[in-house]
């Protein structure tokens, strides 16, 4: 069964970071290195959207509100991906989570909460 399942949230000052991580299951190495990995988040009561994404030939783009804090990155042999929320702020607050389209899924992960106080 294919399944991704993030982690490393919580409760943070602003100015603290976390690392998210996004932990696969069910995927092959080849398959995991060929997709686009992607962390989106949900803020208190507005739509979801993307944050942060790396490619399979390395590309990264950043929404522009977290450019220069937060940085995404993977681990092809625990096929894992991460994101280091640096610096973080209230705005960052909201439940965050990896996405991927792999084997031609629309693959989500349940969320994990990060929680910014000022």
């Known amino acids: 069964q294919v399944r991704l399942v993030e982690s490393g949230g919580g409760l943070v000052q602003a100015g603290g970071s976390l690392r998210l991580t996004c932990t696969t299951s069910?995927?092959?190495?080849?398959?995991?290195?060929?997709?686009?990995m992607n962390w989106y988040r949900q803020p208190p009561g507005k739509q979801r959207e993307l944050v942060a994404q790396?490619?399979?030939?390395?590309?990264?783009t950043y929404a522009e509100s977290v450019k220069g804090r937060f940085t995404i990155s993977k681990d092809s042999s625990r096929k894992r991906w991460y994101l280091q929320m640096n610096s973080l702020k209230p705005e960052d607050a909201g439940v965050y989570y990896c996405?991927?389209?792999?084997?031609?899924?629309?693959?989500w992960g349940p969320g994990t909460q990060v929680t910014v106080s000022s």
């Open positions: 996405h991927g389209g792999f084997y031609s899924r629309d693959l």
């Open positions: 069910g995927i092959i190495t080849s398959v995991f290195n060929s997709n686009t």
């Open positions: 790396l490619t399979p030939g390395g590309t990264v």
